[in-house]
């Protein structure tokens, strides 16, 4: 809740106009300014933003530090994209539109998106960062559209000497499926130094995380919070249960692998500690448990190897389902959807499973790694993307056979 | 300009006139071009404890001895004369300029505007030195701004001590902060005198 006027200066150059970020540069940037905008001014009710854009014609302020949300919207509309962006001359004239702002208690920000190439040596930048940090004024960076030489370089050294205990950050942003407004969200940018954030900020996050365009959950925390709140945490609850459970399957999995069983004995004892836990460390073995399934030639399990295969030349369902699953998840699209399909398919992944040693397909456990796997199948995907070339040549051994 | 002591201070005891920095609202002290936000806090202490630097002690940035250091009062003061203690080896200011009751000043503000007063200070590593100030515009006093521009080496600026002599008033100057504007009247809030049960006698 720190009282804060801020200036945020738009980068509408002609570098703006390309499409590497969903729907156009210019238009992500539009939309984390709104975002930002909204976020600031529900955190504390004083606090001020204005905007200026730095390309175009020349720096123009568009808006002077203002607690009205409706008129900083209103001055995003018709903004034309054109020139070259000015970047010291845009933070200079932030830095003057902050020095008269009405209520001189409120803390100084600026925060800048930084889009196209930077033309400014990086000794003039410092001189700039040098006279914001004099003045205390906090900057904000965020880097993305053009990557040229220099330009990241530039920028971490404009932030370093601007950076006063940690106030002042920068975000890098690569073009991706994700949008601007959706990285943003879980930087300090919007969370504001670690205070926790405000509600907007924590919604919107939530919302971002759910992958709903809308609400998460289909309940709107505004009309009811109690039930957002209590769906969240059994949500919460029962992802952390079945991190643990399916812990406990790739320990049964692989016995013979030493590292996994020393993570899965933690498991079942510390569950819930686990639950805060980075979820690329089950990814890791869950992963691991299917590499070693589907005959993965870095394991060592040679035992395992000869099952695999005839298994999979003894049902040949199995074997074109594993083709099917290694073909498509060299596609991006399409690839998380089947692949779930398959494994949601529980005739199919009980059939794999029935093949693995020491694994009962009625094991409790087993059926709670099933529905896990469904939640944790995209994280995974991404992993089994390195393994899928490995994984295409395996097969194409097989069907040799 | 020097207050000469030559008797021994715990004689006369100088500190009670040095007592000005209990009627500083230290919550509200900011200080521009400082290396650790919030020393500046630490150089308002009792005039016993001014040489005493084992604590934090104000120093500006590197390579930029510029310091503009706001305090604020709880009540108006009248500010009699400024003690500054500073740092060794050329650290200590060279120059001060002292601007009253305006907050927000930042360091281009600080250099085209007219102080009220400036002084040449000289090193003043055991406190012994004040300077006076014209006492008719220090009366009222609700907040001064300090202006350190230079320092005597040049590269830093390092301040142990900022003592303020003179009286306490009472008085607050404070903003009228709560202020109900009506646009358009309640008439509820009008009562007319036939509803008080006041009004013209009645004719009988």
Known sequence: ?401 | MACTHDHSCEDHDCSSNWSLYKHIDLSKVTALNEANPGSVKSVFKAWEERLNSSGEHLESNEGDPELLVYIPFTSDVKIKSISVVGGADGTSPSKLRVFINRDGIDFSDAQSMQPVQEWDLVENLQGVLEYQTRYSKFQSVANITLHFPESFAGDTTQIHYIGFKGEATQLKRDVVATIVYEITPNPSDHKTRAETGGGLSHVE
């Open chain 1, 1 to 401: 809740m720190v009282l804060e006027a801020t200036m945020i200066c738009i980068d509408n150059s002609e570098w703006m106009r390309n499409g590497d970020y969903a729907p156009s540069r210019f238009q992500a940037q539009a939309d984390a300014v709104n975002l930002i905008c909204g976020a600031k001014t529900q955190s504390n009710p004083e606090n001020t933003v204005g905007v200026l854009t730095m390309a175009g014609k020349g720096v123009r302020v568009l808006v002077t530090p203002t607690s009205d949300l409706g008129k900083i919207l209103a001055c995003m509309h018709g903004l034309e994209i054109g020139g070259e962006m000015n970047l010291a001359a845009g933070i200079q004239v932030a830095q003057l539109a902050l020095k008269h702002r009405q209520n001189k208690k409120q803390q100084q920000r600026i925060i800048v998106f930084a889009g196209s190439p930077v033309m400014h040596d990086k000794k003039a930048l410092e001189v700039i960062g040098k006279k914001l940090k004099k003045n205390s004024v906090a900057l904000d960076i965020v880097n993305f559209g053009e990557d040229d030489e220099g330009k990241t370089e530039k920028l971490e050294a404009l932030l370093a000497a601007v950076n006063n205990n940690d106030t002042s950050h920068i975000v890098h942003v690569p073009a991706g499926p994700n949008a601007l407004s959706d990285v943003l969200i879980s930087t300090p940018i919007f969370t504001g130094d670690g205070e926790g954030g405000s509600g907007f900020a924590a919604s919107a996050a939530a919302a971002a995380a759910g992958g709903v365009s809308g609400f998460e959950f289909g309940v709107d925390p505004n009309l009811d919070p109690e039930l957002a709140l209590a769906l969240r945490v059994s949500m919460e609850e029962e992802r952390a249960r079945q991190e643990a459970a399916a812990k406990k399957a790739a320990e049964e999995a692989s016995e013979q692998d030493a590292t996994m069983t020393e993570h899965a004995s933690e498991g079942p004892s510390g569950a819930d500690n686990k639950k805060n836990e980075i979820p690329d460390d089950d990814n890791t073995l869950l992963q691991q448990a299917l590499a070693m399934s589907v005959d993965e030639p870095a394991s060592t399990q040679d035992l395992q190897d000869t099952e695999m295969s005839d298994a999979a030349a003894e049902d040949p369902d199995l074997a074109l389902a594993l083709q099917l699953s290694v073909q498509e998840s060299t596609k991006d699209s399409s690839s998380e959807a089947d692949m779930s399909k398959l494994l949601a398919d529980q005739s199919f992944v009980s059939s794999i499973l029935a093949s693995l040693p020491g694994v009962d397909p009625n094991d409790p456990s087993v059926k709670e790694m099933l529905a896990s796997m469904q939640n944790q199948s995209e994280s995974q995907q991404k992993q089994d993307e390195d393994k899928a070339p490995e994984k295409k040549e395996e097969k194409e051994e097989k069907e040799e056979k």
